[in-house]
């Protein structure tokens, strides 16, 4: 049975999926997933969650991928699972492999999202590559000359290209034409960058930004200023794209 501590743990589990494999054992003291199966129909994961609840022990923090971290645990009467869920089409996998006596089914769900790995970066990219193409060009224009000011430091390096410019030299036309060269979605891509804010800092973003998309319910905005962010109100993490260069989006607050 789930340990008393360990039951608010799994209450709180991202609903709606649940991975199960029949584990063999390959060492004295190591076992390793033969099958897995992914459970998503309701009814039937609805049963397999009180199977866990009731049934499952050790839960504890077992592996992640792009999308997800997970928690596992392990339900060791090989014979009681069988016997509950044998019928089930989707479970059959687990039960009719030929690769070596099951010792323990592992039960496990998303606990939370995976958001320092590339599947948010990822979706956000898409999200925001898809809206600038919507973009005005005049306001596309302005966001461009924008960045030529604001990508410049007082050494003389320019921050597009990374080459040292000097002030009789520089054509802010020339820049221009450079930038309105790149493809849009090619310069959103290039300007993604993440860090950690507070709830105040994106709080006074959101006052002049409107929802474009979502992932994983959190909000993906567009801040008339010129930048896209996307912000984990539990982590923290915060994901942003300035059409305009500028580093200190405070100025903005």
Request: contains cysteine; hydrophobic residues 40%.
């Amino acid at each position: 049975m789930i340990a008393e501590y360990d039951k608010e743990r799994l209450s709180n589990r991202i609903r709606g999926e649940v991975h199960i494999s029949a584990d063999i054992r390959v060492s004295d003291f190591i076992t390793e997933g033969a099958v897995y199966v992914t459970v998503t129909e309701s009814s039937l994961y609805e049963r397999i969650c009180q199977y866990a609840f009731q049934y499952g022990e050790d839960l504890q923090g077992m592996f992640k991928n792009e999308k997800y971290e997970y928690m596992s645990c392990f339900v060791r009467d090989v014979a009681a699972f069988r016997t509950e869920f044998e019928k089930e089409e989707i479970l059959k996998p687990l039960f009719s492999h030929d690769k070596g006596e099951t010792v323990a089914f592992v039960i496990s769900f998303p606990e939370m999202y995976n958001h320092h790995e590339e599947f948010v970066r990822n979706e956000f990219i898409k999200i925001i590559q898809n809206h600038v193409m919507t973009l005005d060009d005049n306001l596309w224009h302005h966001f461009m000359k924008e960045m030529i000011k604001n990508t410049r430091t007082g050494t003389g390096i320019n921050l597009i290209t990374g080459e040292p410019i000097y002030p009789e030299d520089i054509d802010p036309e020339e820049e221009l034409a450079m930038l309105l060269a790149f493809s849009r979605k090619t310069l959103v891509r290039m300007n993604v960058s993440d860090s950690f804010q507070s709830d105040s800092y994106v709080n006074q973003l959101i006052i002049q930004a409107r929802k474009i998309g979502e992932i994983n319910n959190q909000d993906v905005w567009f801040n008339i200023h010129g930048f896209y962010f996307c912000w984990n109100v539990s982590t923290k993490f915060f994901l942003v794209c300035c059409l305009t260069g500028r580093q200190n989006l405070s100025l903005f607050i």
